[in-house]
């Protein structure tokens, strides 16, 4: 496997880590005006996910592009 592709697997990785940490200290908290308490896991666990998930298909692409060019020669 690549660099890229391990590095997809460890945002995804840690992606699914700061959700989790989100749910844990967190989870759906209100305060006493009704207003959900969030922390900076949720966002990050969203973006770090993304990125991954984009890192490893573009890595998924690069593979199937050199393959099919390198069969047809």
Do not use: C, H
Request: aromatic content about 12%.
């Amino acid at each position: 496997m690549s660099k890229l592709t391990w590095l997809g697997i460890a945002l995804v990785v840690s992606g699914v880590t700061s959700g989790i940490l989100e749910q844990k200290f967190y989870g759906g908290r209100l305060d006493e005006n009704n207003v959900l308490q969030e922390s900076f896991f949720l966002p990050l666990a969203f973006t770090l996910t993304f990125l991954g998930g984009a890192l490893i298909v573009v890595a998924m692409g690069r593979y199937w592009i050199n393959r099919i060019r390198g069969s047809g020669n």
